[in-house]
Structures are given as structure tokens and as C-alpha cells.
């Protein structure tokens, strides 16, 4: 009986270690930053760009670029994924101002030229800065929301408080705590991560257009995750579908940019289901008609 209390006792001195490691050092499995250095220029071919830089209340800095469309008719927020800087995500930008769109991409707290402790409520807060700072150029309904994999949270959250034109977003996840749960199940991560990041929860208060877009062989974030976030706000929600889209290659298909350019350029309306089937029901019993 002493050994098997022994045991039990090293087994859960190793398990809280392990939840004590995963607790500090989940920023490192987490993100993975690219640092640039004040003085780096950014350069893209083809692209006309602005570098700006926002002070916020507790004093870090958001390093951000805007990539100019030839007469604008809408600005695009990309909030990009958890790797690297916006000197690599850039060239993604074309995507939309060859639709006449400017781009705005900004680095989170500890990427590229951005500095600041970073947090969930940090991170929130100044996307929103950053987006009021869109909002006082330019009206809301001219916004769009871009979301790319780490990016589709922030992306939803900042929806869900404002009204933009739509929200897009591209490998969605249902929520961080769900996608490391998938790697480590048997740690309480409920407790121990500090990005959960419940785009579900958010999505709810999302009343503008929803547009998710998910490649089918997607490994890291599985494409069932889109089709269950598409159910919460079914109405206002279009999924679309890349077969054999990967997580991170969806760029690569023919079909994503088809896909991009009818959303991008798609107006809303009403769909008039006058004469339709709409409420046409199948009955199993039988009926007196004649053949």
C-alpha cells in the first residue's frame, strides 16, 4: 500500500511540474515571433506602402503598415497568424488591393517592430485602438475583418463589438483551449492557458456577414471545426470549402482566390423566396395522385 501511495505521490509531483512548465512556457509554443530591428524598411514589388506606429495607455508601441489600393472602396484589417512579422505576411496583401482595397496589418505585442508585454486583454485592446483608428477615416461599412488562423479570434472579438461591412475568416479555430486540448488532453488547460481565445463565444454577437473559409486536409485546425462554428450564427454564415486545402497553403488554390473575389466584391440582399421550395416538405405517406 506505502509503494502505491509512493507512486501516486511522484506521478502527481511530475503532473503539477509539467502544468507548472506549461503554464510559463506556453507564449514559446505558442508564438513564434520575428523581432526587426527600429531602423528595418519594409519593401514590397509592386505595392505602395505606409509604416505608422501607435503609442498605447501602458506604454508598448503597435507597429503596423497600410498597403495602398488606386482609389480605395473599402479597407481591409488583417489580423494575421501567430508566426513570424508583417515583413513576411505583406505579400498576402495583394490579394485584396488588387480588388481596390487598402490593407492594414499590424504586428502583435513582440512581433517585428511592436513591443509590450503581451496578453489576451492587451492583445484585444489594441486591435480595437487600431480600429478606431480605421473607423475615424473611414465609415465601418466599408470595413472588412480578415482573420487568418490566430488572427480569427482577435478578428471575431473585434466584430463582435463594432459593425463592420463583414468578417472573414481563415482557419478558424472554435477556440485555442480546444486546439491545444487536441495535442495535451490530459492537462487542465481550463486553468493553466492564457490565450483561450473563445472565438465561439464571440461569434455569437457577430451581426454583420460571416465568410469562413477552410481547406479539408487541414491538420492543425480540422476543417469539422469550421462546419461546427458556421452552425452558431447559421443565418449570416457562409462556409466555403477548399478541397484539399492544407493550414497554411490555401493561397496556393485556384479556388481560395475565386472564393476571395466574390466575397470581397459580393453586395448583400435579400433573396426573395416567393415560388421557391422553401417550404416544400417530402412526406413518406402516400397520395392519391395518378400516374
Known sequence: MQQVIYILGIVLIVY??????LYFLQDYFLFKPEKLSKDFQFYYENQETEEYNIETRDGATIN????????????VFYLKGN?????GWGKFAVDFTRHGYDVIMVDYRGFGKSTGRRTQKAVKRDMQVVYNK????VSEKYIILYGR?????????????????????????????????KFIPFMPLSLL????????KWLKYVNCPIHII?????????????VKLSRIKPKSTTLHTVIGGGHKNLNTFESYHQMLTEIVNSRPRKVDLVGSSIHVQHSSKPTNAKV
Open 16 to 21: 503539477v511540474l509539467i502544468s507548472i512548465l
Open 134 to 137: 480605421i473607423k475615424d477615416n
Open 83 to 87: 508566426s513570424k512579422s508583417i515583413k
Open 193 to 200: 492557458i492564457k490565450f483561450p481565445m473563445p472565438t465561439y
Open 64 to 75: 503596423g503598415l497600410r498597403f495602398k489600393a488606386k482609389d480605395p472602396k473599402g479597407v
Open 214 to 226: 477552410h481547406g479539408t486536409d487541414d491538420k492543425l485546425i480540422p476543417y469539422k471545426t469550421s
Open 149 to 181: 488562423s490566430l488572427g480569427s479570434g482577435f478578428a471575431t472579438k473585434l466584430a463582435s463589438m463594432n459593425n463592420p461591412r463583414m468578417l472573414i475568416l481563415d482557419a478558424p479555430y472554435y477556440s485555442l483551449s480546444k486546439v491545444a486540448k
